[in-house]
């Protein structure tokens, strides 16, 4: 009974992705409390009658029962927690909570369990759908996601040099992971010039708690470069583009 028990597991988790397997079942990426990363096989979920396929569809937080599989763990039971109906009925919305998850999906492997990062996906998907600035929510998580995975970028101080940053227009390095002071933008020739109001919000993002972010409408004149420096920095990081940026930019 003892070994029985073992080869089970519960596990709360947000549906990433999935893919088709055979003739009727689909193999899922999650990201969980548990066990962070990893695939499980929901049998039998793409046939009509399947209780477990409303469950399972992306961007879906649900509680699982699974069992040790040979290759994957299987899915015997799901319940879901929250379907972010809201999200799923608003195109933009839902580009947004898909970029959310690509970047977490292309920045994390099967290595174990990362309560924080599971956390911030939550409450990020939470925000999109219930706050009245969804894409404030979405830059924070961008910049706290940089913190969680390491790639928090210097913006107090100059990388190169290390004098303070002064209140004037900047450069921003992706190589040497922060603010080149005008005097140091020579030492990374692929540094791109940034305003300073942009660092300051992308400061803002980075010391503040969400209860002082939250509803906060980021200027119109500083949004788009903050987008910008944002994607291009994840880009440099993961070495290729993202696809979802393409998509709400169709939808916007």
Not at 98 to 118: C, H, K, M, S, V
Not at 123 to 152: I, M, N
Not at 217 to 222: A, E, F, G, M
């Amino acid at each position: 009974m003892a070994e029985q028990r073992n080869r089970t597991f519960h596990a709360q988790a947000v549906v990433l992705r999935h893919v088709a397997y055979g003739e009727a079942d689909r193999i899922l990426t999650l990201f969980s409390l548990e066990r962070g990363k990893f695939q499980a096989i929901a049998k039998g979920v793409r046939k009509i009658k399947s209780r477990k396929a409303g469950h399972l569809e992306p961007i879906t937080y649900v509680s699982l029962f699974l069992a040790e599989g040979r290759n994957l763990a299987i899915i015997t039971q799901a319940e879901t927690i929250r379907n972010f109906a809201g999200i799923k009925a608003d195109l933009k919305l839902t580009g947004y909570a898909a970029y959310a998850i690509e970047l977490l999906d292309r920045f994390t492997q099967e290595e174990g369990r990362n309560p924080e990062l599971f956390q911030l996906l939550v409450e990020t998907l939470q925000r999109l759908e219930d706050d009245p600035e969804p894409l404030t929510s979405l830059h924070y998580y961008e910049v706290q996601l940089l913190a969680v995975l390491g790639f928090r970028p210097e913006l107090n101080k100059c990388v190169a040099c290390g004098k303070k940053i002064e209140p004037v227009d900047q450069y921003f390095s992706a190589k040497l992971g922060g603010a080149l002071c005008p005097n140091c933008n020579a030492k990374d020739a692929q540094a791109w010039r940034v305003s300073m109001p942009v660092l300051k919000y992308f400061r803002f993002f980075q010391r503040s708690a969400y209860s002082q972010v939250r509803g906060r409408v980021i200027p119109p004149q500083v949004e788009p470069e903050l987008k910008t420096l944002l994607e291009r920095y994840f880009t440099y990081l993961l070495e290729y583009g993202l696809r979802t940026p393409k998509f709400i930019q169709a939808v916007s």
